[in-house]
């Protein structure tokens, strides 16, 4: 049985303007409108003739058979009708060169197939199901921020998490094991002890270490002014006492071809700007001697809490210089650089800072996190057990993300009472917040059915549930006391209610978490960091310029939902956001400093998100561009249409021959070879010409004409015969046929709001949003509030699980 009728989800359906006609409508349905639409078995026909003769049982192309198959029962074989429906409306089938029916039957076919499968889903809504969550490394470290205002790396304590439909957030993959669930009871005393405080912190140390990838001739962000390279970075200390402070320096720049660095090498160590040492640097420091790349200060004396602690080079000149890492064209050094090797400069470039202590202590200072926990306190006044237990009751609340019980508190209060008779009143304080922290009700987001419910039953949400939905959405974190505040009146299910809060914090800087999180995740820019360019041949590329790429198209994404823009803009917009690095790589003139600023392109090549450096160099290769990786990624991310992987046995494009009778082969001759093999050619006449219509791009995104001498030839055909040659030629083909595009984007944004994997009965629910967007001119509002406002996100399929055990 089902606690909600399908009357009454129709009835929330429409008030949320997703209708049937919203969605089943795309443009093209409209070319042909007034004509009588075929019947079922008209359509059959037409499977039967341009379909099945590669989709059938024998064949079996695609791993996909037809035969059998009934336009007019979709149910049967739901998966198979959403696989068509894809390809369909991407205009995919037939393949290129195969017979096609005349005029409009295969969106006919297409039409016919989603007012079936929709009208059905509408009539019987299924929100679907997910088990709890718990919170990945990016939403502990949040929810720690929010909760006790201290910034933990989770990664120091959590386990990597496990990505599904391109998301770290998913709940099928969120598998638990004793092992997991210890990592978050020992963060959970960790954390407590850093944000309490430790009067009696034991001596430890903390390495921070920098990628060979990263250049050291620039400030570092947090660096004092007229400093270069080093580390800078926020630790917190854990008391108030003496702490020493270590470098140690590649051993190929203090060393490497002349033996000895610059002379005259100095390094500023700083606590929040304040300078609390100057070290000279040994330029004849043995560097074959462990010891002798590591330098160490004196006893500092430094107050608990978070602080900006750098250590970094005093800068020397100006102007060019022998930085190994980024070398220039007219640079001497060794040809022959590794991963962290930096040839034969004396520039030194440091490695690791590392900060040990306390040697000694006198106590704990204030700090943001204990003004955070500490409301009351005895050597205020407050009695010892009254004001623990305000303490907890208001933590616990904040944690649990709901009301907390009596029972609840009561059961905290007694890790109070323990800690105490230990300790006295900050240890107890500390224990009840290590027992929050490890709470099953902290770490997981459980959304239970209401008592009594039957399997199949379909529950709205609890509003506190619904809730940290939304915030974790939106935000990336756990819901603020106005959104707890509305969940607490019971209203924050309806429609005009939610609306206004979607409004209030998407208007919110934490909403730029969708770009952060959201977008970060689904264009796959963490692979940027798998992908590191040819030193020798892209000597000006490294890891600053890496991060300057990828933070441009997050705040390219954050500004299209900010300003309420229209979803098409990510691949035609003529603006962008750089800074002097990133200005200087693409040759935007007129952008001085570390800032990002947003600038307009002259160049119409550059336009969206296929100019972005991010999405260039995450599909290269370290010494080449990959038209096959790009053209995959277009169809994978942004179309949604993968194409299956090659045959077992087939040669990769690695292995084609890279020169022929001395002369070397450009991408586009050695990919021609490679399409020579029968099997190879029916992928690839999908994917290279998506990918070659990018190649003027070179690996690091900056604009090319030439591959070794010779003029590149970036003519294609599109699988419906439209040539391209350019990025632009490309993004009016793809914006021509924008359904694909809209529903893919749907789609990733639905999964990552809902925790779990977009199902083949979940495309109605995509179609309904997509369709709305399209009535409200594809403004990224209208697929927020269309994924929110959904069955999916607000509702619930009961099942047996217990999500307790």
């Known amino acids: 049985m089902r606690s909600l009728g399908g009357a009454v989800l129709v009835a929330v359906i429409a008030g949320a303007g997703l209708t049937v006609a919203s969605t089943s409508a795309p443009p093209v349905a409209t070319a042909h409108a007034g004509l009588s639409a075929p019947s079922s078995a008209e359509l059959n026909e037409v499977v039967d003739r341009y379909c099945a003769g590669c989709h059938n049982d024998r064949r079996l192309t695609g791993n996909l058979s037809l035969e059998g198959f009934d336009v007019a029962d979709p149910f049967a074989r739901i998966e198979t009708a959403e696989s068509m429906i894809r390809k369909l409306r991407a205009g995919m089938m037939p393949p290129p060169g195969r017979r096609r029916p005349e005029g409009d039957t295969l969106a006919d076919l297409a039409l016919a197939l989603e007012r079936t499968l929709d009208e059905s889903a509408f009539a019987d809504p299924d929100p679907g199901h997910r088990t709890f969550q718990r919170l ?39 598998l638990l094991s004793a092992t997991t669930l210890s990592t978050y009871l020992n963060a959970a005393a960790e954390v407590a002890r850093i944000a309490v405080g430790d009067p009696n ?63 005259g090498e100095e390094i500023d160590v700083s606590i929040d700007g304040e300078r609390v040492a100057l070290l000279a640097v040994d330029r004849w420091m043995d560097v074959s001697d462990p010891k002798g790349v590591m330098m160490e200060t004196e006893p500092v004396y430094i107050t608990a809490g978070p602080h900006r602690v750098a250590a970094a080079f005093i800068r020397q000149s100006e102007g ?65 057990r009254g004001c623990a237990r305000s303490i907890v009751e208001r933590l616990a609340t904040q944690a649990y993300r709901r009301p907390v019980t009596t029972a609840e508190i009561d059961e905290l209060v007694t890790f109070y009472d323990e800690g105490e008779a230990e300790g006295g009143f900050e240890v ?47 935000w990336g974190l756990p819901p603020d006391s106005t959104l707890m505040q509305v969940a607490s009146t019971g209203t924050l299910g309806e429609i005009e209610v939610l609306e206004a809060e979607v409004d209030r914090m998407l208007a919110d800087p934490r909403a730029e978490a969708l770009a952060t999180r959201f977008a970060a995740q689904w264009l796959r820019l963490d692979d ?64 001085v400093g570390e800032e990002f600023q947003r600038v307009r392109y002259d160049d119409a090549q550059r336009r969206g998100l296929f100019g972005h450096g991010s999405v260039l160099t995450l599909t290269s290769h370290a010494n080449r561009t990959s038209p096959v990786l790009r053209g995959k990624w277009v169809m994978e991310v942004l179309m949604g249409t993968p194409p299956p ?25 050695r990919m021609e070879m ?6 190879c050619s029916s992928c690839h006449e999908f994917i290279d010409p ?116």
């Open 201 to 263: 912190a034991p001596p430890s140390t903390a390495t921070y270490t920098n990628s060979g990838y990263l250049s050291q001739w620039d400030r570092m962000e947090g660096a004092p002014r007229g400093t270069r390279g080093g580390v800078s970075v926020v630790h917190v200390f854990p008391a108030d006492g003496l702490y020493t402070f270590q470098m140690t320096f590649e051993h190929t720049t203090t060393g490497g071809f002349y033996g000895r660095v610059t002379e």
């Open 528 to 591: 940027l960091d798998k992908v590191h360019p040819d030193r020798l041949l892209f000597p000006d590329y490294h890891e600053q310029l890496a991060e300057a790429m990828r933070r441009e198209t997050e705040l390219f994404f954050h500004a299209l939902v900010q300003e309420d823009r229209s979803l098409l803009e990510l691949y035609s917009a003529d603006w962008t956001f750089v800074n002097e690095r990133l200005a200087l790589h693409y040759g935007i003139d007129g952008v």
């Open 645 to 669: 992987p090659p045959p077992p046995g087939v040669p990769d494009l690695d292995e084609t021959d890279a020169s022929m009778d001395g002369q070397m082969l450009t991408t586009r001759e």
């Open 690 to 805: 998506i990918g070659l219509a990018l190649d003027n791009y070179d690996v690091t995104g900056r604009w090319r004409i030439k591959e070794f001498g010779q003029e590149l030839d970036t003519r294609g055909e599109m699988y419906d015969g439209t040539p391209v040659t350019s990025p632009a030629d490309l993004r009016q083909a793809l914006l021509a046929r924008p359904v694909p595009l809209v529903r893919t984007f749907t789609e990733n944004l639905m999964a990552y709001a809902i925790g779990r994997r977009i199902e083949a009965e979940d495309q109605p629910w995509v179609r309904a949003i997509a369709g709305r967007a399209r009535s409200e001119d594809y403004r990224m509002s209208a697929f927020i509030k269309g994924v929110v406002e959904s069955p999916a996100f607000r509702m619930q399929t009961a099942t047996t699980v217990d999500a307790n055990q």
């Open 674 to 679: 490679h399409r020579a093999n029968p099997q």
């Open 320 to 384: 060019p210089v022998e930085d190994l890492l980024s070398r220039h064209e007219w640079s001497l050094a060794d040809r022959q650089i590794g991963v962290s090797g930096f040839g034969i400069t004396a520039l030194a470039h440091m490695k690791d800072l590392v900060v040990e202590g306390p040697i000694q202590t006198d106590g704990v200072s204030p700090t943001p996190s204990r003004a955070r926990i500490f409301s009351c306190h005895p050597d205020e006044g407050a009695e010892p």
């Open 428 to 474: 107890g304080v500390r224990r009840s917040l290590q027992a929050i922290l490890a709470a099953p009700d902290f770490i997981f987001r459980f959304e239970e059915p209401p008592a009594g419910l039957e399997e199949g039953g379909v529950f709205a949400l609890d509003d506190y549930d619904l809730a940290s939905r939304l915030s974790f959405f939106l």
């Open 136 to 174: 990945n490394r990016a939403e502990y470290q949040a929810a720690v921020r929010a909760l006790l205002d201290l910034e933990i790396d989770a990664g120091d304590y959590l386990p990597l998490d496990t990505k599904s439909a391109n998301f770290d957030n998913i709940a099928d993959v969120q």
